[in-house]
């Protein structure tokens, strides 16, 4: 029992209890846009596996007795590892409008969620093709 509220009283000091609807100073802020970004990779990553396995089963159709173009997955995978450093190297350049500042972390995760719910789109797309 005593191990039990050891471990209750170190998960509700990990994580404050902030509400987001009302955030008010800017830690707070800076929590929440964390916390957004943090569902918006949650899904994202969801979806990543949901396009991999279907771009995979198209890839299965693809007759190489003529076709030598790259498959989808390896398009994919490309297009996906240069859109994270895209995704990285633009959210990062975004928070330097408060550059050394306590907002700079709330501008980083804004950008990072909004172009992570933005790519979770286009991979939702690539499969409701065809």
């Given at each position: 029992?005593?191990?039990?509220?050891?471990?209750?009283?170190?998960?509700?000091?990990?994580?404050?209890?902030?509400?987001?609807?009302?955030?008010?100073?800017?830690?707070?802020?800076?929590?929440?846009?964390?916390?957004?970004?943090?569902?918006?990779?949650?899904?994202?990553?969801?979806?990543?596996?949901?396009?991999?396995?279907?771009?995979?089963?198209?890839?299965?159709?693809?007759?190489?007795?003529?076709?030598?173009?790259?498959?989808?997955?390896?398009?994919?995978?490309?297009a996906?590892?240069?859109?994270?450093?895209?995704?990285?190297?633009?959210?990062?350049?975004?928070?330097?409008?408060?550059?050394?500042?306590?907002?700079?972390?709330?501008?980083?995760?804004g950008?990072?969620?909004?172009?992570?719910?933005?790519?979770?789109?286009?991979?939702?797309?690539?499969?409701?093709?065809n």
């Amino acid at each position: 029992m005593m191990l039990m509220s050891l471990m209750l009283l170190a998960a509700a000091a990990q994580e404050p209890a902030v509400d987001c609807e009302n955030a008010q100073y800017q830690v707070e802020m800076n929590f929440c846009a964390g916390k957004e970004y943090d569902a918006a990779d949650a899904e994202l990553n969801a979806q990543w596996k949901l396009t991999v396995a279907a771009l995979k089963a198209r890839d299965k159709t693809i007759d190489r007795s003529y076709d030598s173009q790259p498959t989808h997955y390896d398009t994919l995978l490309a297009a996906q590892r240069a859109w994270l450093t895209y995704r990285d190297q633009h959210c990062l350049s975004e928070s330097f409008a408060a550059r050394g500042g306590s907002m700079a972390p709330m501008l980083h995760s804004g950008c990072m969620a909004r172009l992570t719910q933005e790519r979770t789109e286009q991979l939702k797309a690539l499969v409701e093709e065809n």
